[in-house]
């Protein structure tokens, strides 16, 4: 089974405006962590937002917030107005376990989604 | 500039060749990983070095052969790939015990 699922291959957005994109994740582990992580033409991934398994609050990062809900293992990344340079790729990402010193961490990704912004 | 450096930025090898991927990172992370990400599939992470030692070696073919000398370099060498290997390789580090990752920008290998 996939344990992180991106149903939306693209999305279309107007300049300004906020847009959605959706991820669900798969793990019996209850400590874990999830990214979010933008991938321009350039191909270099760039790290947006983080939330771990025991955060009571959502994450926000500038524009960015992720929709963490937990019972339905929903980890939905918000862009809010949105710009033409967000036009890329956007993966979703998880670490299951807990973080431990002198542990790395492995990090399983999914299928990602290509966000194009319009004027 | 990430704090990742990927050295080539696009390789082009026969199948019978040989050459080296390079990655370097001076942010005092001391795990590395390769990844691999072909079109349409997820990232696929490849192998994990943590403190220059190897933690994961994911079912990795053999013609790839990683290779840490310290904790601020990693080598992918390459020899007899298939076409089926090009894709894009992405190196990141990180700190352990900390929760994210940072790339480089990938070497795009196109093997003919």
């Known amino acids: 089974a996939q344990k992180i699922t991106q149903t939306q291959p693209g999305m279309f957005v107007q300049e300004k405006e906020a847009v959605t994109l959706d991820c669900t994740y798969d793990?019996?582990?209850?400590?874990?962590?999830l990214f979010w992580y933008k991938q321009p033409s350039s191909g270099e991934m760039i790290f947006l937002i983080y939330?771990?398994?025991?955060?009571?609050q959502n994450a926000t990062e500038g524009r960015y917030s992720l929709n963490f809900q937990k019972a339905r293992k929903s980890a939905n990344l918000v862009i809010s107005a949105s710009q033409l340079g967000d036009s890329a790729m956007y993966f979703c990402a998880m670490r299951e376990g807990p973080l431990e010193s002198g542990t790395a961490s492995k990090l399983t990704f999914g299928t990602g989604t290509r966000l194009q912004v319009t004027l | 500039e990430t704090g990742v450096t990927q050295t080539p930025r696009h390789l082009v090898m026969g199948m019978t060749n040989k050459k080296s991927l390079k990655c370097e990172q001076h942010?005092?992370?001391?795990?590395m990983y390769w990844y691999k990400q072909s079109a349409k599939k997820p990232l696929e992470l490849m192998f994990v070095y943590n403190f220059k030692e190897q933690t994961e070696n994911n079912s990795v073919p053999s013609r790839f052969s990683p290779e840490c000398p310290n904790s601020s370099h990693l080598f992918l060498h390459l020899h007899t790939l298939q076409p089926e290997d090009s894709a894009l390789y992405l190196c990141?580090?990180?700190?352990?015990?900390?929760?994210?990752?940072?790339f480089g920008s990938g070497t795009r290998l196109t093997v003919v």
């Open positions: 793990t019996s582990d209850p400590s874990y962590g």
């Open positions: 942010l005092g992370h001391n795990a």
């Open positions: 990141a580090s990180s700190l352990t015990g900390w929760r994210g990752y940072t």
């Open positions: 939330q771990g398994s025991y955060d009571q």
